[in-house]
């Protein structure tokens, strides 16, 4: 016959057959493993270093508006507010729209937002000004952070607490950095030297549109609209949950902002040290949370995500309890210790919410991202009235209680313990 089919227990077609299934399963193994993608990390992480040193230069400056517009600590923790709010309001929103509508060149605009917002704030002449600077700059990380964040896992190669360790420590080593550049250029040379960064945000727009047009032709962008897989847990176990990452994510970011916004007034009213003095040690604390973001994504990665938020939350309590009682050179040493153990928390914390809700990678970095920025803007206000009415030095005393809110971790459910036995 001119088409005769092989017998079935030829034992050449067998071989051959066995050959065929091992050669697609590899190519399978090969799909399903995708590699990460280190330039894209590398240049995410870049731009969150450009976007957060701008941040944390208008916290730095602070002493200098202050002295310079006759603000209290109350209107100081105002601007904090502003821009933070405006953050943490907007940031979910465009995390769910952009789960199902992913938008790659809104990178580049949202830098645009804090480069006006940075332009403005160098010429503002009134309070009035400075808040509306805060609100563009807020604008801008409302937009940069859901879709980094999304950005980076799709660059993580399945190492997810490893490109969030990546991306975050971007935004941390550019929040050190901010204090440490105002003390050598902001300081000495006043209000319009702000400007000059904005060379440091142009930079920022160049190596976004980059990253976007990487965006725009990634498979995941094209399969946005497809269904997501169903979450592990029921509804309730799942707001459970969330409602203690929400509590943890509080204790952190409310015990920060007492760092951010009020170290440098600490170290100069307690131990009266001049200004650039203590914007040094500020930049010696944001440092070490640069360190500890490295360190916890790739643990978490390893030993499991509950474990890092367990240390990271309730491990800093002994250190924060202790800074209010500790001399200069032991406030230097107990800053860094919070700082590295403390910082390891939020990357874990975020690629477990992620995986808690699978499907919502947009939504959930917005969500955490722009509740921290809100906490850091409420904290701020919160904490100005609160030092306005006692002192700065009780301040810390209240704020090192914050870290015992860790002990709420126990409620987490061992999501990874389920994923290995599924």
């Given at each position: 016959?001119?088409?005769?089919?092989?017998?079935?227990?030829?034992?050449?077609?067998?071989?051959?057959?066995?050959?065929?299934?091992?050669?697609?399963?590899?190519?399978?193994?090969?799909?399903?493993?995708?590699?990460?993608?280190?330039?894209?990390?590398?240049?995410?992480?870049?731009?969150?270093?450009?976007?957060?040193?701008?941040?944390?230069?208008?916290?730095?400056?602070?002493?200098?508006?202050?002295?310079?517009?006759?603000?209290?600590?109350?209107?100081?923790?105002?601007?904090?507010?502003?821009?933070?709010?405006?953050?943490?309001?907007?940031?979910?929103?465009?995390?769910?729209?952009?789960?199902?509508?992913?938008?790659?060149?809104?990178?580049?605009?949202?830098?645009?937002?804090?480069?006006?917002?940075?332009?403005?704030?160098?010429?503002?002449?009134?309070?009035?000004?400075?808040?509306?600077?805060?609100?563009?700059?807020?604008?801008?990380?409302?937009?940069?952070?859901?879709?980094?964040?999304?950005?980076?896992?799709?660059?993580?190669?399945?190492?997810?607490?490893?490109?969030?360790?990546?991306?975050?420590?971007?935004?941390?080593?550019?929040?050190?950095?901010?204090?440490?550049?105002?003390?050598?250029?902001?300081?000495?040379?006043?209000?319009?030297?702000?400007?000059?960064?904005?060379?440091?945000?142009?930079?920022?727009?160049?190596?976004?549109?980059?990253?976007?047009?990487?965006?725009?032709?990634?498979?995941?962008?094209?399969?946005?609209?497809?269904?997501?897989a169903r979450p592990a847990l029921?509804?309730?176990?799942?707001?459970?949950?969330?409602?203690?990452?929400?509590?943890?994510?509080?204790?952190?970011?409310?015990?920060?902002?007492?760092?951010?916004?009020?170290?440098?007034?600490?170290?100069?009213?307690?131990?009266?040290?001049?200004?650039?003095?203590?914007?040094?040690?500020?930049?010696?604390?944001?440092?070490?949370?640069?360190?500890?973001?490295?360190?916890?994504?790739?643990?978490?990665?390893?030993?499991?995500?509950?474990?890092?938020?367990?240390?990271?939350?309730?491990?800093?309590a002994p250190f924060t309890l202790?800074?209010?009682?500790?001399?200069?050179?032991?406030?230097?040493?107990?800053?860094?210790?919070?700082?590295?153990?403390?910082?390891?928390?939020?990357?874990?914390?975020?690629?477990?919410?992620?995986?808690?809700?699978?499907?919502?990678?947009?939504?959930?970095?917005?969500?955490?991202?722009?509740?921290?920025?809100?906490l850091g803007g409420v904290g701020?206000?919160?904490?100005?009235?609160?030092?306005?009415?006692?002192?700065?030095?009780?301040?810390?005393?209240?704020?090192?209680?914050?870290?015992?809110?860790?002990?709420?971790?126990?409620?987490?459910?061992?999501?990874?313990?389920?994923?290995?036995?599924?």
């Amino acid at each position: 016959m001119p088409f005769s089919h092989p017998e079935p227990n030829d034992p050449m077609e067998t071989s051959l057959d066995k050959r065929t299934l091992a050669g697609a399963s590899a190519t399978a193994s090969v799909v399903k493993a995708p590699r990460t993608v280190y330039s894209i990390l590398g240049a995410i992480s870049f731009s969150h270093l450009m976007n957060d040193m701008i941040q944390s230069l208008i916290l730095a400056i602070y002493p200098m508006l202050k002295s310079n517009f006759a603000l209290s600590f109350a209107q100081i923790g105002l601007i904090t507010l502003t821009y933070q709010i405006t953050a943490s309001l907007l940031q979910p929103l465009i995390g769910i729209y952009t789960d199902k509508h992913p938008k790659p060149y809104s990178l580049p605009v949202g830098m645009g937002f804090t480069l006006a917002g940075l332009l403005l704030m160098s010429v503002a002449p009134d309070f009035g000004v400075l808040l509306v600077a805060a609100a563009l700059v807020g604008c801008g990380s409302s937009v940069f952070h859901p879709e980094s964040s999304r950005v980076a896992r799709m660059a993580s190669g399945g190492r997810h607490g490893l490109a969030q360790s990546l991306f975050q420590v971007g935004g941390n080593a550019g929040t050190s950095l901010g204090p440490l550049l105002a003390a050598l250029i902001v300081i000495p040379h006043g209000q319009r030297s702000i400007a000059w960064f904005s060379v440091a945000a142009l930079v920022g727009i160049v190596v976004l549109a980059q990253v976007s047009r990487w965006y725009s032709q990634h498979p995941a962008t094209k399969k946005a609209r497809t269904g997501v897989a169903r979450p592990a847990l029921a509804r309730g176990k799942i707001a459970l949950a969330m409602s203690v990452l929400v509590m943890l994510v509080f204790s952190k970011y409310f015990y920060l902002a007492s760092i951010n916004s009020y170290f440098t007034f600490y170290l100069i009213d307690r131990f009266h040290l001049p200004v650039q003095a203590a914007q040094i040690h500020l930049f010696v604390f944001l440092a070490a949370v640069a360190a500890g973001t490295v360190i916890g994504g790739p643990i978490g990665d390893r030993i499991g995500r509950k474990y890092v938020i367990w240390v990271s939350i309730l491990g800093a309590a002994p250190f924060t309890l202790l800074l209010p009682y500790a001399n200069l050179f032991w406030t230097g040493v107990v800053t860094v210790v919070i700082g590295i153990v403390i910082a390891s928390a939020f990357s874990a914390i975020l690629v477990y919410a992620q995986e808690l809700i699978p499907g919502k990678v947009g939504m959930v970095a917005g969500l955490f991202f722009g509740f921290a920025f809100g906490l850091g803007g409420v904290g701020a206000a919160v904490l100005g009235q609160l030092a306005d009415a006692t002192s700065i030095a009780y301040v810390y005393k209240v704020c090192s209680f914050l870290p015992l809110l860790g002990i709420l971790t126990v409620f987490l459910p061992d999501i990874e313990g389920r994923r290995a036995k599924a």
